[in-house]
C-alpha cells in the first residue's frame, strides 16, 4: 500500500487538511497519530505495514492510501473521457445577445438581438429529431441579458420540458443573469419553469459595483439588484440555489474583509447563497481597454484568493468545492454534446470567445440540423487529450483539470498549452475557505 499520487496536505493551525482530487474527498484532523503517521509516510520514515491498524483502516477507508498496483492516472483519464463523452445534452442558450447593462469590463459586443423564431423553431426540431440520442438535457440561459427576452425563455423551456417529460429523462435548467429584472413576478416565471440554479453578479461595495456595473444609458444598478437579491432571501422557492458572483477588481482588492462581512450579515443564514469571487480579467473586447487599471494581472490572482481566505468571516463556497471535487473545472468547451447556441442559430463553443474564428463551429438550420465543421469541433474536443497524459498526470489537480480547464487560446494557437486553472495557484486559499464547513468536509 502507498499514499496516493494525488494526496494534498496542507498544514492549517492544528488541523491538517487532506484533500484527494482523484477521489473528489477533503478531509480535516486534529489526530496527532494520523498526522505523524502521514507524514513519515510521506518523507519515507515508516512503511504502511508498520502502522498501527486503527490508523491503517483510516487511511485505506479515506483512499489516502491505495494498493500499489492502482494505476491512478490512467483512471483519471477513464473519468474524464466519461465527462467529455457523456450522453447528456448541455446546452447555453442565448435567447438575446443584447443587454441592459453596459458593464465597463465586459467582452460582450452586443451586436445581435433577440433569438428569432426560426431558431426558436429549429431548436424544437432538433430536438424532436434527437431526444433519443440523450440520457437528459441541461440548459443553461446566458446572454447578453436572458432575463431581457422571457418571453423567448419560457417558449423554449415549456417545450424542452414536455419533450423529457414525454422521454422520460431528467432536465434541469440555470441562469446567468445580472439580476436586474430578478424581482419576484419574474422569479416566480423562472420556478415554474424549473429554473432552479441562479447566478447573480453583485460586485461587493455600492461604490464599486455602480462604478463598472451601469445600464445602457449610465444608471447605476446596485441598489435595484441588492434589493432583489434581498427579496429572494425573503420569499422565494427554497429549492432556489443562488450563487452570487463578485467579479474583484483592483479597486475592492482590499475591501473583500468588509464586503465578505456584509454578505454574511445579508445572505449568511441561507443555505441557499453559496458566494464565488473571481478576478477581473482582460477577457477581450473593447470595453476592457479603458478600466486597464482595475484589471489583475494572472499573476495576482493567487493574492485575490489568499486574501479572501484570510477574511475572518465564513461563508457558503460552494462553487470553491465544486471546482475541487465535481470536475467543474473541465470546461463545458471540451465536452463532445455541449453547445452554446446563439439568437441567430450560430453554435458555439466557448462564452467568452464569441469573436474568435475558431469558437464558431456551425449553425443550427431552421429545419433542425446542426451543421457542424467537423474540424474546428474536433479541437475542442481533442484539446484535453492532445496534450499526453505524460506531460501533467502527476499534477495533483490533474483529474479536476485534465488540461481542459480553458482551452480557448489553446484551440486558437494562442498558447502551446492549455492554460491551468486558478485553483492551482491558489489551493491552499481554496482549502482554507472550506476548511471550517462540515457541508464539505469530513473530520477525521
Known amino acids: ?71 491512478e ?25 443584447d443587454c441592459n447593462f453596459r458593464c465597463k469590463y465586459c467582452y460582450e459586443s452586443f451586436k445581435k438581438g433577440k433569438m428569432t423564431d426560426s431558431t426558436i423553431s429549429g431548436l424544437k426540431k432538433f430536438l424532436i429529431k434527437n431526444i433519443r440520442k440523450y440520457t437528459g438535457i441541461s440548459v443553461s440561459w446566458f446572454g447578453g441579458e436572458p432575463l431581457e427576452a422571457i418571453d423567448n425563455i419560457k417558449n423554449i423551456s415549456k417545450f424542452v420540458i414536455d419533450i423529457c417529460k414525454k422521454r422520460g429523462i431528467p432536465y434541469d435548467s440555470g441562469i446567468v443573469t445580472n439580476g436586474y429584472n430578478l424581482n419576484l413576478t419574474m422569479l416566480d416565471e423562472l420556478i415554474k419553469l ?53 467579479n474583484v477588481s483592483m479597486d475592492i482588492l482590499d475591501d ?13 443564514k441561507d443555505k441557499r447563497f453559496s458566494f ?24 495576482m490572482y493567487s493574492l485575490m484568493y489568499e486574501r479572501l481566505s484570510n477574511c475572518s468571516t465564513p461563508l457558503n463556497y460552494k462553487m470553491y468545492y465544486n471546482e475541487l471535487t465535481k470536475n467543474v473545472d473541465i470546461c463545458y468547451a471540451a465536452k463532445d454534446n455541449a453547445y452554446i447556441i446563439g439568437s441567430d442559430g450560430d453554435l458555439y463553443k466557448c462564452s467568452c470567445k464569441f469573436e474568435d474564428c475558431e469558437n464558431k463551429i456551425g449553425h443550427l438550420s431552421d429545419d ?27 499534477c495533483i489537480l490533474y483529474p479536476v ?40 468536509v469530513t473530520i477525521i
Not at 9 to 15: M, T
Not at 73 to 97: K, N
Open 401 to 440: 483539470c485534465h488540461r481542459a480547464s480553458c482551452i480557448a487560446d489553446y484551440v486558437a494557437k494562442r498558447t502551446e498549452i492549455p492554460t491551468c486553472p486558478h485553483m492551482k495557484y491558489s489551493l491552499n486559499s481554496y482549502l482554507k475557505l472550506l476548511a471550517d464547513d462540515p457541508q464539505y
Open 194 to 246: 424549473r429554473v432552479r440554479q441562479i447566478q447573480v453578479t453583485l460586485d461587493g461595495t455600492k461604490y464599486n459595483h455602480d462604478r463598472y456595473k451601469v445600464l445602457k444609458n449610465g444608471s447605476p444598478t446596485y441598489d435595484i439588484v441588492l434589493e432583489n437579491l434581498r427579496s429572494i432571501r425573503d420569499n422565494c422557492d427554497k429549492r432556489l440555489s443562488i450563487v452570487v458572483r463578485t
Open 256 to 268: 473583500l474583509e468588509q464586503i465578505t462581512s456584509f454578505y454574511s450579515n445579508e445572505f449568511g
Open 73 to 97: 492516472p490512467g483512471i483519471a483519464e477513464m473519468y474524464y473521457l466519461r465527462d467529455i463523452m457523456s450522453s447528456r445534452l448541455d446546452l447555453t442558450i442565448m435567447p438575446t445577445e
Open 276 to 299: 464565488f469571487f473571481r478576478p477581473v480579467g482582460d477577457w477581450g473586447g473593447e470595453s476592457v481597454k479603458k478600466v486597464s487599471n482595475a484589471v489583475l494581472d494572472k499573476k
Open 368 to 394: 433542425g440540423n446542426m451543421i457542424l465543421d467537423s474540424n474546428l469541433s474536433s479541437k475542442w474536443l481533442m484539446a484535453g487529450l492532445e496534450t499526453s497524459m505524460t506531460k501533467c498526470n502527476k
Open 1 to 71: 500500500m502507498r499514499l496516493s499520487m494525488y494526496n494534498y496536505f496542507l498544514k492549517h493551525g492544528d488541523n491538517l487538511i487532506a484533500y484527494n482530487s482523484l477521489y473528489k474527498k477533503i478531509f480535516k484532523t486534529t489526530n496527532s497519530n494520523l498526522i505523524k503517521a502521514i507524514s513519515d509516510l510521506s518523507t519515507g520514515k515508516t512503511s504502511f505495514i508498520e502502522l498501527d491498524d486503527e490508523i491503517q483502516n483510516i487511511l485505506v477507508n479515506s483512499e489516502l492510501v491505495v494498493p500499489n498496483d492502482r494505476n
